[in-house]
């Protein structure tokens, strides 16, 4: 068992997972959530969160533990939602879906929310979606990456107007 009594508490078993995410250690990493739900406590929202290894763990994967997180009622909070904006490697919809179920939440989207999500509109070439995002987030604090990501995207679609 990789859980022993030195992992005593949620606090230290999350440690534990995010060293192993951090070690690019995915598999060890969802062992130890596995076996942190079948000993004598319920991993929590950091354990989840680190289980996702910074963005490291393969998108059906990290989709999985967000479907899993809701059958034990475990809520995600704004940095799950980054990490599994950040595992999305395939498109602009799926950021902009996350961004809606933080707001169906009442989550605030952060920085890295709003770029990650500009990011995934800009690099498939949506400038519309990414002009959007920005301008619905005008109000917040944008950094030039954001405003970088929207020129980008303009800038191969020509549109400068």
Known sequence: HLLESNISTVATCSAAIAACGNARRWTLALALLAESREAYHHPNVWCYSAALCGGALPHALAESLLVEMEHVVVH?????????????TKGWQRPLQLLAEMDARSLQPDAISRLTAVTACSTTVQWRWALALLGQHLGLENNAACYNAVIHACGLMRQWQ
């Open 76 to 88: 995600p909070n704004v940095t799950t939602y980054n990490i599994l904006m950040k595992t999305n």
